[in-house]
Nanobody, 127 residues
Framework: QVHLVESGGGLVQAGGSLRLSCAAS????????VGWFRQAPGKEREFVAAISWVGDIIYYADSAKGRFTISGDNAKKAVYLQMNSLKPEDTAAYYCVAKGGSLPYYQARRAAAYDYWGQGTQVTVSS
């Protein structure tokens, strides 16, 4: 069992930055895929980024490439999302996710692939 808790959301102006953190309790991440999804009001959950510790592979959605950076510390059981150059369309609730084992990209981008979800942290970007 893995329990995920996000933090770091808030209100920021367009062009600003935020760093989201996800702390995990339970078993280690060492063989998991962990990442971030987001959901804006009235929209489906959207893949943002993921890291697969096995093979140290990182995936990004096109909307995140060049602006967001996912990183993690397996020893601390933590994963982070550094978000720069934020846009109003980045406004959403951001969720930390985890799945036992490595995932290829086509699976890592699917919400249904993940077994564990945090409660979410709200990010609001004002124009």
């Amino acid at each position: 069992q893995v329990h995920l808790v996000e933090s770091g959301g808030g209100l920021v102006q367009a062009g600003g930055s935020l760093r989201l953190s996800c702390a995990a309790s339970g078993r280690t991440f060492s063989r998991d895929t962990v990442g971030w999804f987001r959901q804006a009001p009235g929209k489906e959950r959207e893949f943002v980024a993921a890291i697969s510790w096995v093979g140290d592979i990182i995936y990004y959605a096109d909307s995140a490439k060049g602006r967001f950076t996912i990183s993690g510390d397996n020893a601390k059981k933590a994963v982070y999302l550094q978000m720069n150059s934020l846009k109003p369309e980045d406004t959403a609730a951001y969720y930390c996710v985890a799945k036992g084992g490595s995932l290829p990209y086509y699976q890592a981008r699917r919400a249904a692939a993940y077994d564990y979800w945090g409660q979410g942290t709200q990010v609001t970007v004002s124009s």
